[in-house]
């Protein structure tokens, strides 16, 4: 029996239909007690997948392949919490209806991190995430997506639950 993922595809480590060496699951914060962390994970075919619970009290687990890329400073999770916890009060945003301003602001708050992308770690500063706003769909507390120097990516922080 092959057994399916959080987004209804085949586990490749059971999938008996793969092809390649298996893939590597990687899970963000496990224990759930690594407060204070935002990476950014950049889609790409490595073989590494990266799962984290996300979604406020939904608690889902969604995972992207791809690389990490960590983001630093103190406290970088603040004003994204104050967002999803304070502002949409830890529900998630799946199915949610929109109020005018709150689309701007998340990509405010979105933009204002930046990323390193490869091949770019000589400038001065780094260029600013963009929220994907082609794939809003995907999007709840701890689970942004957006586009990176090097392509398309999510925004990961620990789940407020």
């Not at 999007?139 to 407020?160: F, K, Q």
């Amino acid at each position: 029996m092959t057994d399916r993922m959080t987004d209804g595809t085949a586990d490749p480590m059971t999938d008996p239909g793969r092809s390649g060496p298996p893939k590597r699951h990687v899970y963000l914060d496990p224990d759930g007690c690594g407060g204070g962390w935002v990476f950014v994970i950049v889609a790409a075919p490595t073989g590494v997948v990266y799962r984290t619970q996300c979604g406020g009290y939904a608690c889902a687990q969604y995972e992207q392949e791809g690389y990490l890329s960590p983001h630093y400073g103190t406290d970088p999770d603040t004003d994204l919490k104050a967002f999803f916890v304070g502002e949409l009060k830890g529900y998630g945003t799946r199915g949610r209806v929109w109020q005018p301003d709150e689309p701007a602001r998340l990509r405010s708050l979105v933009d204002d991190l930046g990323i390193y992308g490869a091949d770019r770690y000589d400038e001065p500063y780094p260029p600013s995430l963009v929220l994907d706003e082609s794939r809003l769909a995907e999007l709840a507390e701890a689970w942004v997506p957006v586009v990176t120097p090097d392509g398309p990516g999510v925004l990961v922080w620990e789940n407020s639950d």
